[in-house]
Structure formats: structure tokens, C-alpha cells
């Protein structure tokens, strides 16, 4: 199991473009793989060890106040959701080896959903609330139409 390097083919509003693609391999030299167990795909530019230290930045930061510890909770999770969405620095589906806002690139998918887990983690949030954030998230999106509009309710304009 060594890395690998590939160039995928890609299509986004009826335009084709390329995009190259590495794997990553953990600390034991063992592919880093999805949950039914296939290679995940990153961008060439993506450096795991950087994505750990931007979530141990955010970490919350406990206190003996519950309130307080509440409160950087909060602000430490509106950092990495700022991070992680469409549009954000660590949003690897748009913004992938020196491209930054640039058309959607499926392949970095479940990178994505990875380095979300990852920067998580490291920030100090449990799985099981990173899975239900992730899901959140993801279903808020899937409502979301292309033109901007939710499907639940018109805006007026």
C-alpha cells in the first residue's frame, strides 16, 4: 500500500475538467479508506498534518464555567463549519491544488467528508456530534436548489 497518484476527469455545468489526485496513507503505511473500504482520493495539495492543526487552533476550550465552556463550544464549531463549507478554506471539493472557488470536483467528496472528521477530531468534538454537524449540514444542502432558492419557501424579491 504506497500512495498513489491519478488524474481524474471531471464535469461540472457541462464543462469537463481535469483534476490530479493523490491517496494518503496513515502513520502504519495503510491506505486511508471510506467506510465500505475504497481508496479516498485527495487533492496533490492536501496536507493532512496542516488540517490537524487548524482543528487543534479552534480547539474549545473547557472551563469551570458552563457557560462559558458553552460558549467557546459554539464559537470553535462556527470556525470549522466557516472552514469546511462551500466557499471556505478547507472546502476541498472547490478549492483543490491551487484552485480556490473553482468548479465542484465530485471526486474530492469523501475527502471532504474525511478532512471534516479529521479537523474535528483534532479540535476536540466527539464523533458521534461530528457525524450528526456533517449530516446536518449535508441535508440542509440537498434542499438547497441550484438557482439559491429553498425549495421549502420563496423568497420575495
Do not use: C
Request: charged share 15%.
Amino acid at each position: 500500500m504506497a500512495q498513489e497518484f491519478r488524474t481524474f476527469s471531471q464535469t461540472f455545468n457541462n464543462q469537463t475538467f481535469q483534476v490530479q489526485a493523490k491517496t494518503i496513507v496513515d502513520g502504519f503505511g495503510r491506505d486511508v479508506v471510506s467506510a465500505n473500504g475504497q481508496k479516498i482520493w485527495f487533492p496533490l495539495d492536501f496536507d493532512p498534518a496542516a488540517a490537524i492543526g487548524f482543528g487543534k487552533s479552534i480547539v474549545a476550550v473547557a472551563t469551570n464555567d458552563l457557560g462559558q465552556t458553552a460558549g467557546n463550544i459554539l464559537f470553535s464549531g462556527l470556525d470549522l463549519i466557516d472552514a469546511v463549507q462551500a466557499g471556505g478554506r478547507w472546502d476541498l471539493q472547490r478549492s483543490y491544488n491551487g484552485v480556490v472557488n473553482g468548479p465542484f470536483a465530485e471526486v474530492f467528496t469523501p475527502a471532504a467528508s474525511y478532512t471534516f472528521g479529521l479537523i474535528g477530531a483534532a479540535a476536540g468534538y466527539p464523533e458521534v456530534l461530528l457525524q450528526a454537524g456533517g449530516g446536518l449540514y449535508n441535508l440542509r444542502n440537498i434542499y438547497d436548489r441550484p438557482d439559491g432558492r429553498h425549495i421549502f419557501w420563496q423568497q420575495s424579491e
